[in-house]
């Protein structure tokens, strides 16, 4: 039979469909990276400014810099965001009260500095082209960055995020007690 034929014969005649396929594929390999964060904080009202931000990351072999630079730039603004803003608000019966994107806070292209981007290039050995991802990795570290630029900044180490403008400025408050 030709390929592709046996599916039809057994649709018609309602046989079962089997199939079997093994992949021994070993992976993209791990991601690294390296996030800078230049923030300004303003100690009256506890709101932080990002003004400047460098994503540094071993793509393995960036087979499309650009596509691989707009996915640490997108990463690099979907962590600020967490460290910064984004957070669910619960009322005391447990109902989310900022469901709604005009109540749940994200940065839009006027919060954010241009992210200054440098890929990194060790081919990975484990994978045929020398890729490694880029999709996760640099979601993580602006978390991390832009909380150790708070402490920089204001001398005060916040545990807890968001770093939004009222944890902020508790947090300040506390600390000068």
Avoid: C
């Amino acid at each position: 039979m030709e390929a592709g034929l046996e599916a039809i014969v057994a649709a018609r005649d309602g046989g079962p469909l089997l199939g079997r396929a093994s992949l021994n594929a070993r992976g993209a390999g791990p991601g690294f990276s390296v996030n800078l964060a230049h923030v300004k904080v303003d100690a009256e009202t506890g709101k932080v400014d990002v003004l400047g931000f460098t994503a540094i990351q071993d793509a393995g072999k960036a087979i499309h810099p650009s596509y691989v630079e707009g996915q640490m730039q997108g990463g690099a603004v979907q962590g600020i965001g967490w460290a910064l803003n984004e957070e669910y608000v619960y009322n005391a019966d447990g109902v989310m009260e900022n469901a709604g994107f005009l109540d749940y806070r994200m940065p839009v292209a006027s919060d954010m500095p241009m992210i200054d981007t440098q890929i990194i290039e060790v081919p990975n050995p484990t994978h045929p082209y020398g890729v490694r991802g880029v999709g996760e990795t640099p979601i993580v570290a602006p978390l991390a960055a832009t909380a150790n630029a708070v402490r920089d900044a204001t001398g005060v180490r916040i545990h807890d995020l968001p770093l939004s403008p009222p944890n902020v400025l508790a947090a300040l408050e506390a600390a000068h007690r």
